[in-house]
């Protein structure tokens, strides 16, 4: 991060550091206008409105945020789409897409179009569970770690370690088999279970960034608890951090928990992209020309998966300058009446 | 002497003029607006000569100076003028027509070593690949250049295999600028390449780049934002403001009978050692915000002497016994012709 | 004699450094005995390395003192532990920091520091009387109008602005010595008398003491009454700023002063022969730490430790050529008569001036 191009009008600034009323909006989440904790001193209705801005502003944001509200709105409200009950087997079997089932049938004859509306509700759940579940776990041991240092550091790092080791995959098929077609909450549980480490050690390592700000010192010095000092100086800080930190979680659980679905470790009863995955590979869906029935599905999870991934990188963007997209916008030269 | 037995680069300085600058503007071009950080700048620079150019944060002194080196990124763009070195136009040539010219006619020297070397490579590595970069091919020429430069600013050549974090602050400095002398450039521009060191390490560096340029003839674009450190060294000083010239002329003039009152209150801001203890008063407010100019001089809202004429029309560059200002309270000489 | 606000004895801080297996002692700050009294600004300066910022992290008890003690008001800082003694001193002596762009959460507004300091330091206060202070302290240190820029962001405020709601928040404990650490280094050069005028206001009108911490000498003779001079984790000077300054002892000092550019002086001929990097010091031999430099070093100065000797009322020096010529006159004609430098200095400036070249 160390472009020495602040571009001036910048205050009393001494060595050039950081824009004061400059021009570039400020990476965190005063700049996301995110809510915070700490309450009342932070805006609220003026922060919205330039998170409004910075989204319409950047193209991945938008079409990030334009898919997941779709998402979340089917998985919201499936019985407004979704012309029948997903689970009910009395259809003409293994029809292809008509007037009547716009998807078609599968070949036990469920409408394939309500099962992948009804289908998005799962993962949805799946995804925003796992991503507030592991992100919170991932933050309370990141940030204890690099604020307590020592020994307590140590034996943290050493449990985040060992979870990185092991590759994720084939831990999450043995606890799977183990417990015999998990559900949604279990699937939540032992993902994130698993899955913190990873964003464990990206929120240490900035806690350990920022653990040496003398606005840290200064609270220090003024007499707060280190427990304050953690949740109210440190955590709002890093916002931006965990924001990213729960769309990777939120992103790998889409993937984890579909891939689970489909070697079959999932509950086959509850309708989701996975399961119908897992349904359409044991009944030959290609073999029996209902492609339909693995590529819709499949092409839900890419497509949530891309909005978290699209956030994701939008975020960044719009938290740190340096990294947008180049655009040399040509001005009239003209304009410019000396 | 150094300059004629070199295997490489000019053994006698050119005479002439080295560097022209005409009506240099650089500005931001952000979403929220442009900023105009360097709005029409002109000097000549002639061969041996050591120019400072002084200002404080948001002047756009270090835009300026990237403006020349050619190394503006987006959204920093030069919208206007020229910059003419050695007969040749820098501003819209291609990256390789640049590198036959960088290094061997024109270096950098950076503010901070730590940022501008390499903190994995021994010094005598990156020498090795900056000499390699510009067209040098022996493995002995290397060597033995390098171990002149390192010689030239009193470095033990057996430094050549230390990392920058084994070297000390100010060897780090000069191991900088031993780095763009290698090529015996013609002109070398320094951003405040004394900023990080203590008082004794900057005179004593401050010397040895003065008795250099004396040796080798090149001449030196100094940047800083503390004056009284280049009142001894520099040959002219272009004191800036605003992204505009503010006044420019020979040094000792310029301290010894400061014209633009922003020079004035700049000077009297540095309390002295020596002679009586007097209240100082500094130049209250802030620089002008750039994404916004005022009509008028920009220095108006904090200037002492302001008219009501400065509110309204923005100052030409009038000629003074010699020197540039850029004030109407000395607009009696007429203007200057460029 | 009144016991001093601020005493310090003996105070030394060492910092382990290295791997396990080969461990090493930086020793950051040796034998330190200073007194800060009531109403004055005392200015510790000295290079990076000098350890002044590390005396000032141990008097804010950011860091356990390795040895020595710290006396605040006559009461050894040691003994204050617990909560409520720790935040009584802390009230009593806090810290303003140098980076204006860093000492400030920029995620809250800028009232969040000063009304966390009255919650925690001035309880009885109800929170309209809390706004009342914060106000007061906003207008005392120039940030007017109060109300209007408590509201603001750090991000909307420059950074002479930042460094002012610091010294507002250390004002808002109502304290009796304010530790600033290089308050005014990255601000630019006309926001700086701003500050300091700030500084010499609040010991002037609110009765506090100021210990300020700086590498710039001329700042430290514009604001400060005494001066300390650190080098190496030593103190190597004190005494009243222009005694100090006019008439410096310790060749370290007359060091500094030479190098310090001051445009209208004409250039000290012979000063720049120093390379001018002060040593990190990891487990030193006895001796005086300044002896690689100095060219009047004698035999004494490579085995013993010089202390901090009284030379002209209240103005100590810690050297040993120094304590040898307690006039004036002498020590200037001492250092006429100085040998010619040694080999690994630079030889003497073309003009042909014998003298040290330290003035």
């Known amino acids: 991060m160390a472009t020495t191009q602040t571009p001036p009008g910048a205050g009393d600034a001494g060595a050039g550091a950081a824009p004061g009323a400059g021009p570039f909006p400020q990476a965190g989440p005063a700049a996301a206008g995110l809510p915070l904790a700490g309450g009342g001193s932070v805006a609220g209705a003026r922060s919205m409105r330039r998170m409004a801005r910075a989204i319409t502003a950047n193209r991945k944001a938008t079409v990030g945020t334009a898919l997941l509200v779709l998402f979340i709105f089917i ?76 020994a307590a550091d140590g034996t943290l790092n050493v449990i985040t370690d060992v979870l990185l080791v092991i590759p994720l995959f084939p831990l999450l098929i043995i606890i799977g088999s183990y417990l015999h077609g998990a559900g949604t909450a279990v699937m939540i549980a032992v993902i994130a279970a698993t899955g913190w480490s990873y964003t464990a050690r990206q929120l240490r390592a900035q806690a350990l960034s920022l653990r040496n700000r003398d606005f840290l010192n200064a609270a220090k010095v003024r ?9 109210v100086e440190i955590i709002p800080t890093m916002t931006s951090l965990l924001v990213a930190a729960f769309l990777t979680n939120a992103l790998y659980a889409v993937l984890f ?68 997209p180049a655009r040399s916008i040509r001005r009239g030269r003209a304009q410019r009446a000396r | 002497m150094p300059g004629d037995s070199s295997p490489l680069g000019s053994a006698a300085p050119a005479s002439g003029t080295v560097l022209e600058v005409r009506d240099l503007s650089v500005e931001y071009l952000l979403e929220r607006g442009t900023v105009l950080a360097v709005d029409q700048v002109s000097f000549d620079l002639s061969a041996g000569e050591f120019l400072g150019i002084v200002g404080e944060s948001g002047c756009g002194k270090s835009t300026l100076l990237f403006a020349i080196a050619q190394l503006l990124v987006p959204p920093a763009e030069v919208t206007g003028g020229s910059v003419i070195f050695k007969g040749r136009n820098m501003v819209g040539l291609t990256d390789r027509e640049l590198s036959a010219v960088r290094w061997r006619d024109l270096s950098v020297v950076m503010q901070s070593a730590m940022n501008a070397l390499n903190p994995v490579k021994s010094i005598g590595a990156q020498y090795f690949d900056a000499m390699r970069a510009h067209g040098v091919a022996s493995k002995g020429e290397i060597a033995e250049r390098s171990s002149e430069v390192l010689k030239m600013v009193g470095i033990d050549p057996v430094h050549l295999k230390s990392y920058p974090h084994q070297l000390s602050g100010g ?15 013609d002109l070398v521009i320094m951003d405040e390449p004394t900023s990080a060191l203590d ?24 940047v800083t934002h503390d004056m009284s450190l280049v009142s001894h060294f520099s040959d002219r000083l272009m004191v800036m403001y605003g992204g505009l010239v503010a006044e420019f002329g020979a040094t000792r003039q310029v301290f010894d009978n400061p014209l633009h009152p922003y020079s004035i209150g700049l000077l009297e801001a540095f309390p002295s050692i020596r002679g009586p203890r007097v209240p100082l008063t500094g130049i209250p407010g802030s620089p002008p915000n750039l994404a916004n100019i005022p009509p008028g001089c920009r220095f108006a809202p904090r200037c002492p002497k302001v008219m009501a004429r400065c509110e309204v029309e923005p100052p030409e560059l009038y000629q003074m016994d010699g020197t540039l200002v850029r004030c109407f309270l000395h607009d009696g000489g007429g203007r200057a012709d460029d | 004699m009144t016991e001093p606000l601020l005493r310090t004895e003996g105070l030394t801080k060492h910092f382990k450094i290295g791997r396990a297996t080969s461990r090493r002692t930086l020793h950051a700050v040796d034998d330190v005995s200073l007194a800060i009294g009531e109403r004055e600004i005392v200015a510790l300066a000295g290079e990076s390395g000098s350890g002044k910022s590390t005396v000032a992290r141990l008097l804010a008890k950011l860091y356990q003192p390795t040895a020595g003690e710290i006396y605040f008001q006559g009461k050894p800082l040691s003994a204050v532990r617990g909560r409520r003694a720790v935040l009584r001193y802390r009230g009593d002596a806090p810290m303003v920091f140098q980076d204006p762009f860093a000492s400030i959460n ?7 520091g000063v009304m966390r300091c009255l919650k925690l ?37 420059s950074g002479g602005q930042r460094q002012r709601v610091g010294f507002a928040q250390a004002l808002a404990l109502r304290p009796k010595l304010i530790l600033a650490d290089e308050p005014v280094s990255m601000l630019d050069v006309s926001i700086r008398i701003g500050l300091l005028n700030v500084m010499a206001s609040l010991r002037d009108t609110q009765g506090v003491s100021i210990l300020y ?80 430099r100095c060219p009047l070093a004698i035999d004494e100065c490579h085995h013993v430790t010089p202390p901090l000797r009284e030379l002209l009322p209240q103005h100590s020096a810690a050297c040993h050529v120094a304590r040898a010529d307690a006039e004036t006159q002498a020590f200037r004609s001492a250092a006429a008569e100085a040998p010619a430098p040694a080999p690994l200095r630079v030889p003497p400036p073309a003009d042909g001036r014998r003298d040290a070249g330290f003035r």
């Open chain 1, 75 to 150: 998985a919201a409200f499936p019985g407004l789409i979704a012309p029948y009950d997903p689970q009910a087997e009395i259809f003409p079997r293994s029809k292809g897409p008509s007037a009547a089932h716009w998807l078609g049938t599968t070949s036990f004859g469920q409408d394939m179009f309500s099962q992948v509306i009804w289908g998005a509700r799962p993962v949805l759940l799946i995804a925003f569970g796992v991503g507030l579940l592991a992100t919170i776990v991932a933050m309370l041991i990141g940030v204890a770690a690099a604020y307590l240092g020592g």
């Open chain 3, 213 to 292: 911490i700086t590498h710039d000498i001329a700042s430290a003779r514009y604001v400060a009454d005494r001066l300390i001079i650190m080098y190496a984790g030593h103190i190597a000077e004190t005494g009243p700023t222009e005694e100090v300054l006019s008439r410096p002892r310790h060749p370290y000092t007359q060091l500094l002063l030479s190098a310090v550019p001051d445009p209208r002086a004409p250039l000290a001929v012979g000063a720049e022969t120093d390379r001018g990097e002060p040593p990190r010091v990891i487990d030193p031999t006895p001796g005086c730490r300044f002896r690689w």
């Open chain 2, 199 to 222: 008082v004794v390490a900057q005179r004593s560096l401050m010397v040895q780049i003065k008795e250099l340029q004396e040796q080798l003839g090149f001449a030196i674009i100094f």
């Open chain 3, 121 to 157: 330091h001035r309880p009885d206060l109800s929170p309209e009387q809390r706004r009342n202070e914060a106000e007061r302290v906003f207008t005392a240190v120039g940030l007017t109008p109060a109300g209007e820029v408590l509201q603001r962001f750090p991000h909307e405020l």
């Open chain 1, 223 to 231: 007499g707060e608890r280190p427990l304050y000092i953690i949740c």
């Open chain 2, 171 to 185: 060897m780090r400095q000069r191991a900088m600028i031993a780095m763009a002398l290698l090529f015996t450039p």
């Open chain 3, 106 to 112: 920029p995620v809250f507004r800028v009232s969040h």
């Open chain 1, 257 to 324: 928990s579909s891939s689970l679905q489909f070697i079959g470790l999932g509950d086959p009863s509850v309708t989701s992209w996975g399961t119908m995955l897992y349904w359409a590979e044991n009944n030959e869906a290609f073999q029996t020309g209902l492609p339909l029935w693995i590529i819709v599905p499949g092409l839900c999870i890419v497509l949530l998966g891309a909005a978290f991934a699209l956030l994701n990188y939008a975020f960044d963007e719009i938290g740190n300058p340096a990294l947008r």
